[in-house]
């Protein structure tokens, strides 16, 4: 069974930044195309980045672009978002997705209903 653990959220005010984590149990992390989705109090779950097998291609929402960057660790399973300049808006629940995925190395995947594994979340508070 494949497992995702999210780390790394907290509470920073507006302007700062952080860094999420995404450890993948898995035997190979190349197997999935990997992504990031958010869940502010109210809301549904969003799209925010996705990254394709390899880490060469990468996918944004509008609204985290320039600011957001979405990296792969393949040797250590491991999927990262790095977050700056972060805004009171961006204030959700994080949430990191596997797809396992067979079509090359360079696909990414934007809906969230062609994802097939989901970590538990982790908070992020940006304070104005």
């Known amino acids: 069974q494949v497992q995702l653990v999210e780390s790394g959220g907290g509470l920073v005010q507006g302007g700062e930044s952080l860094r999420l984590s995404c450890a993948v149990s898995?035997?190979?992390?190349?197997?999935?195309?990997m992504g990031w989705y958010r869940q502010g109090p109210g809301k549904t779950r969003d799209f925010v980045a996705a990254i394709s097998r390899s880490g060469g291609f990468s996918y944004y929402t509008d609204s985290v672009k320039g600011r957001f960057t979405i990296t792969r660790d393949n040797a250590n399973n491991t999927v990262y978002l790095q977050m700056n300049s972060l805004k009171p808006e961006d204030t959700a629940v994080y949430y990191c997705a596997a797809k396992i995925s067979s079509y090359g190395s360079t696909r990414y995947y934007t809906n969230k209903y062609d994802y097939d594994y989901w970590g538990q979340g982790t908070q992020v508070t940006v304070s104005s």
């Open positions: 898995a035997r190979t992390l190349t197997t999935f195309a």
